[in-house]
DNA sequence: GTACATATGTAGCAAGCGGTACAAAAAATG
DNA sequence: CATTTTTTGTACCGCTTGCTACATATGTAC
């Protein structure tokens, strides 16, 4: 058994209260007295745990992280590329208006775009591009096997998807309404190419039509 | 004519200078250490000419919105809301990546979607919605005047082009390169409804087609 | 019990923050 | 010339920042 004095906080739960901090006022508008303060414990008690300010962040972020893990899995097990796409952007137009739970946006956009130094937005920034890449691979690997046309751009599918998706948390900090994010992700998705055999479907509709 | 001392330095060039600090640090990030000496001067010359940290940042708003308001003008003068939205869109992507001139991405994002306190986030905010109401009036003209079908939502179409315009800024700041930019703004306009017209027109193209 | 290991609260550190007091400097006015 | 008005550089203010020294509290191990 370990030994020594017990924790006297939940980690997780500080961790909860301190990524709320971070979501509204940014990283470096979060102070350590604000963070403290919501945590319910002193600056002692968060150094010993966290290390210093940005410890406590990337304990923040891996925690956020986790959380979105089973959406990014549902996103990326749908059955097709555009079904895959409109989870997608339905799931985080919803997610980013959220009312309990989380202040609106994304963590990962409000705690910094620009920074005195550049290592936290780089980070996110990093964060970020992992859910491109992934998305990527499930766009080349819904290519290969028919889901998307040849002439499709797996890469530039993935660019664009997370292009409109940091664009809705955008909007969604700036106050936006689920329904009008909910009708950005539905025109956004007008844009999804059609497969070569969705494609010959509707060909032979047009044929059949103009022969009957 | 004037008395007193002449100031010692333009103030059109300081504030470029401190643009730059801001956009790059943001507006928390940027201290006044930071702003004074890219922009040449001491503390008490800032204070005497901006008033305080806020006066000048909203000073360097001022003219950087005065810097793209030929371009958006550019935009709403379009023939159509199609060109309108097309230039608008590779627009952007070509601004957001523009390697002199400015740092990647857009100052309105970069400088803070959030703060210790909501007043900067908010200001930002503002100055964004005013471009979006400004699309989205130029296409409620544009649907009156049949260049948009009666189904088109002008605001859900504005607000779906600053979506993706922000996101662009996004990823711009996170590294992307103009030409990937330019394949986003190209996905993203194939989302873009077809007119009345021009349904009617390809209606009748493969009408002719057929009857070929 | 005693010894040890870890966590906690108080109190305070050096450094940097945004902002200013003050006197010298540089122009127009008479 | 002296006077007035404004800007400039130096030097500094009070305050907050991220962070820590230190003694005490609270657990396990023996």
């Given at each position: 058994m370990k030994t020594g004095r017990p924790r006297g906080f939940c980690v997780e739960n500080a961790l909860d209260r301190a990524m709320d901090v971070f979501w509204r006022k940014g990283y470096q508008g979060a102070s350590l007295s604000d963070l403290t303060e919501a945590m319910g414990i002193n600056a002692p008690s968060l150094y010993a745990c966290f290390d210093n300010k940005e410890g406590l962040f990337r304990a923040v972020l891996d925690r956020y992280e986790a959380a979105g893990k089973g959406f990014l899995q549902e996103v990326l097990d749908a059955p097709t590329s555009r079904a895959s796409a409109e989870i997608f952007l339905k799931g985080v137009a919803a997610r980013a208006t959220?009312?309990?739970?989380?202040?609106?946006?994304c963590l990962l956009l409000q705690s910094g775009l620009?920074?005195?130094?550049?290592r936290i937005p780089n980070e996110l920034a990093r964060h970020r591009a992992e859910k491109e890449l992934a998305l990527r691979e499930r766009f080349a690997c819904a290519r290969r096997e028919g889901d998307l046309p040849q002439s499709a751009d797996p890469a530039a599918l993935a660019r664009y998807l997370v292009t409109v998706a940091n664009g809705m948390c955008v909007q969604a900090s700036a106050g936006a309404q689920a329904e009008e994010l909910q009708m950005v992700a539905g025109l956004a998705l007008a844009a999804w190419p059609t497969s070569e055999t969705a494609k010959r479907g509707k060909k032979e509709k047009h044929k059949a039509d103009a022969d009957g």
């Open positions: 959220d009312p309990d739970n989380h202040p609106p946006g620009a920074g005195e130094d550049q």
